[in-house]
């Protein structure tokens, strides 16, 4: 039989497509999900490295106007501020030491500044009437006169200078530290780098925190020539971002290289197919070493069941390497054929040579009925030799079989007691000296319709674990009758019975839906199936027979 031309392998190929695909097209949507999330995240590091710089911008032009306002915002300021660019040191110590040395020496207020304000790192007043300049910084913060500011690189503001009659009379220079900036802007870009760019009214870059020289080095030799910056020349290849500070008019740019984002989201994609590859492989590898088993465990059976059916009924399937439902269903099979086989040659062989054409005419009709019509065939055959007992459990068992060949999902109560006397029948057969029953049902509820299969797993757990075949009075009865609420179904016996702790369990599983476990479904499926039809109307409950045993008690109300 070629193994490779079988249902499973048909639909396992379907199923490896299938997975193939869903977990490509998965991989290709979290990676366009990244890459829309990425892209977002690159927008708002760009918003927020102009928040962050506009703020910081704001409030250090905030402390500059502050201390313009603190040295000249009254006469007596005025006066000191003026007088000391006229006197010597001494002399202007002498005079404020007079007159009120608080209000009258500037560099006091300035002074105060650096120790609350880490990040100032000088201060500097001109006058429109004086050459020279007072420069204070953190080495020397009483001041001192100088000709002419050192150069620095870090990050200056300015405030208008005012007498008080609002004339302008100078200028305030405060110089900050731009690391504190540099290491903010640092943090936010953990993932991508933002440039960020901030120019003052005059068209001085003031601060950078771009190590792209190139386009540093373009913006400045725009901003000498006094060109305007157009930032639609950067959003080709950036993530643009500008905003403009009122105070003191300084324009802030911020950009991020769209190529950090598309870079990190081919990285992901490459990842993202990469790993998904690697799971489609190990899953597909996997599926086909359990399948492939599965299927040559199949083709065994089938290999059997075709010798059979031309005539080899000596084949049996191997067990060897059958496992699971397999192995019982092979288990199953080779019993089946084996008893069929000993039957037939001990009982029907030679009429079998006799009917043989009839016989492969019947073989060459067989369909789902097939089984139950030849027992139908045994039992009337049977009967003609006067084996009466023979035909009755020939007939009980077919009409088992017939009831499990029905595809309807409800029957009434009257055939499914009729079903579940048949199947202890077939046990009273087997133990004729050793097993009695009773079946009763009140005539009202002959045809009151419940779910196929309800009262037989519950009967067959007698059978399977409480009954005790070396005595001689097992007794099983079923009792179906109405009340006043509705319907009562009572499964009495005599046998083992449970002990507390395992009809607690029970009870609470059915009664309270706590956790149940038991080797056994039966219960939970009879229980499953009747909540599905009958709802908060039924209830069933297990408990212990007086002198031993066990009764199950179910009851659905009627309206």
């Known amino acids: ?119 100032i790192i000088s201060v500097s007043v001109d006058l429109l009437s004086n050459k020279e300049r007072y420069l204070s910084d953190v080495d020397s913060r009483y001041g001192r006169k100088v000709e002419q500011l050192p150069p620095n690189e870090e990050i200056m503001f300015n405030a208008p200078l005012k007498d008080v009659w609002a004339k302008l009379i100078g200028n305030v220079y405060m110089t900050v530290n731009k690391e504190p900036l540099t290491e903010m802007l640092k943090q936010l870009s953990a993932e991508y780098t933002a440039d960020v760019f901030l120019i003052s009214e005059r068209n001085q870059l003031v601060y950078t925190n771009s190590k792209n020289k190139t386009l540093v080095s373009e913006l400045e ?48 994609m490459f990842w993202m197919l990469f790993f998904s590859l690697m799971i489609d492989g190990v899953l597909l590898l996997l599926l086909y070493r359990l399948f492939n088993g599965y299927v040559f465990q199949i083709g065994d059976i089938l290999v059997t069941i075709k010798q059979v059916s031309s005539g080899n009924r000596a084949t049996r399937i191997p067990i060897e390497n059958k496992k699971a439902e397999l192995k019982d269903i092979s288990l199953g ?48 055959y049977a009967l003609s030799e006067g084996m009466e007992e023979l035909s009755e459990v020939v007939f009980s068992f077919a009409s088992i079989l017939r009831n499990n060949i029905s595809q309807k999902k409800m029957i009434t109560l009257e055939n499914e007691l009729k079903f579940v006397e048949q199947y202890v029948y077939l046990y009273q057969m087997r133990y004729p000296k050793s097993i009695a029953y009773s079946f009763k049902i009140d005539q009202s509820l002959t045809g009151f319709e419940i779910p196929k299969f309800c009262l037989q797993p519950l009967v067959e757990n007698y059978f399977a674990h409480g009954i005790d075949y070396t005595r001689l009075d097992n007794v099983i009865s079923v009792y179906a009758r109405e009340i006043e609420t509705g319907i009562e179904i009572e499964i009495r016996d005599n046998g083992r019975g449970m002990d507390s702790q395992t009809l607690q369990k029970i009870n609470d599983y059915l009664v309270d839906h706590q956790p149940y476990e038991s080797q056994s479904i039966g219960i939970q499926n009879v229980n499953e199936r009747l909540k599905i039809i009958f709802g908060e109307d039924y209830s069933m409950v297990y408990e212990e027979t007086p002198g031993g045993g066990t009764t199950v008690r179910i009851r659905i109300r009627r309206s």
């Open 1 to 119: 039989m070629k193994i490779k031309g079988n249902l499973m392998y048909r639909l396992l190929k379907i199923y490896s497509m299938t997975l193939l695909i869903i977990i490509t097209i998965f991989a290709v949507g979290v990676s366009w999900i990244n890459n829309r999330e990425s892209s977002k995240r690159a927008e708002r590091l760009a918003q927020n490295s102009l928040l962050r710089v506009s703020t910081f911008v704001e409030e250090n032009q905030q402390k500059a106007v502050e201390l313009a306002g603190n040295i000249s915002n009254s006469e007596i300021e005025y006066q000191g501020l003026t007088r000391y660019f006229a006197m010597t040191d001494a002399e202007y110590l002498d005079y404020t030491l007079n007159h009120n040395y608080a209000k009258s020496n500037f560099t006091h207020v300035i002074q105060q500044l650096y120790p609350t304000n880490d990040e």
């Open 221 to 268: 030799e725009k901003l000498e020539k006094g060109s305007e910056i157009d930032t639609s020349q950067y959003e080709g290849e950036n993530i643009v971002a500008e905003t403009q500070v009122t105070v003191q008019k300084y324009h802030i740019l911020s950009l991020v290289n769209k190529e950090q984002v598309n870079q990190s989201s081919r990285l992901f």
């Open 333 to 380: 099979i080779n019993e089946m054929l084996e008893s069929l086989d000993n039957f037939i040659r001990e009982n029907y062989e030679l009429e079998l040579r006799q009917k043989d054409a009839d016989f492969r005419a019947l073989q060459a009709q067989i369909n789902p009925h097939f089984m139950y019509n030849t027992l139908e065939y045994i039992r009337m």
